[in-house]
C-alpha cells in the first residue's frame, strides 16, 4: 500500500523526468529502491573504475557494497591508511570513469543544487568522469530552484553536519544554518547544475521514497 508521499511522488516524477531530460540529463524514475539499484548497476560496464561522493541514500541502498562484492575497481577513500592516501584517492576519482553521488536538492524545473565541504563531489559532477549517476530519493524535489536553494542550505546541511559530531559549526550545535565561515564548515560551495554537458553525461535515478538527507 502506498502512502500519501509516495502517490504523490508517482505523479509529480514524470514531471520532474521531462524536465531532467529537456537540460540534457539522463532521467529515470523508480518506485522502489530495488529497482533503482539494478537499473544503477546496469549503467556500470564491468571495465569501469568507480568512485562516489558521500551520499547516504546509496550507502543505504547497498551501491557500493555490491560492487565491491561484483568486483569492480573502486577507487574508496575510506579504504585508505593515511589522511594522504585518502587526498590521492580523492584526486584520482576526479577522472575514474563512473562517479556515484546523491544531490541535496532537485528542482521541479529540473536543476540540482549541491553544496560540499571539501569541493570533491561537486568537482566530479561538473567535470572529469566519463559518467556521473545521481540517486535521489523524490523528497529532495523541491517546487521552484529557489525552493532547491533553501532545501540544500537549511535542511540537507545541518543534516548532515550532524553525522559528524566532531565539527565545530553553529548547526551542528543547534540545528540550524547560521550561514558560519566556521573553519568546520560543510558549505564551503555551492554548484547549481542547470544543464548537462554532453547531453546524458549526468544519469538522473529518481526513487519514489523518502531517502537521504
Not at 591508511?81 to 546523491?102: K, N, V, Y
Not at 563531489?121 to 561538473?126: F, H, K, L, Q
Request: hydrophobic share 40%; with cysteine; glycine share 8%.
Amino acid at each position: 500500500m502506498k502512502t500519501l508521499a509516495e502517490m504523490r511522488y508517482s505523479k509529480l516524477a514524470p514531471k520532474v523526468v521531462k524536465a531532467l531530460e529537456t537540460r540534457g540529463f539522463e532521467a529515470h524514475y523508480f518506485e522502489s529502491e530495488a529497482e533503482a539499484a539494478e537499473k544503477i548497476i546496469s549503467l556500470i560496464p564491468k571495465a569501469h573504475t568507480v568512485s562516489w561522493g558521500g551520499s547516504k541514500t546509496l550507502t543505504d541502498m547497498g551501491i557500493q557494497e555490491r560492487l565491491a562484492k561484483e568486483g569492480y575497481n573502486l577507487l574508496d577513500r575510506d579504504k585508505a591508511a593515511t589522511p594522504e592516501e585518502r587526498q590521492d584517492i580523492m584526486r584520482r576519482s576526479l577522472l575514474c570513469d563512473t562517479f556515484l553521488s546523491g544531490t541535496n536538492a532537485i528542482s521541479e524545473d529540473g536543476q540540482l543544487v549541491n553544496i560540499d565541504g571539501n569541493g570533491n563531489r561537486v568537482a566530479a559532477m561538473i567535470y572529469g568522469p566519463k559518467q556521473v549517476i545521481v540517486a535521489a530519493g523524490m523528497n529532495k524535489v523541491a517546487k521552484t530552484y529557489e525552493d532547491a536553494v533553501v532545501r540544500a542550505r537549511t535542511i540537507a546541511a545541518p543534516l548532515n553536519a550532524q553525522r559528524f559530531p566532531s565539527l565545530k559549526t553553529p548547526c551542528n550545535e543547534n540545528g540550524t544554518c547560521s550561514n558560519c565561515v566556521s573553519p568546520d564548515t560543510i558549505c564551503s560551495f555551492f554548484v547549481t547544475t542547470r544543464f548537462c554537458k554532453p547531453a546524458g553525461r549526468i544519469k538522473i535515478i529518481l526513487i519514489g521514497k523518502d531517502l537521504g538527507l
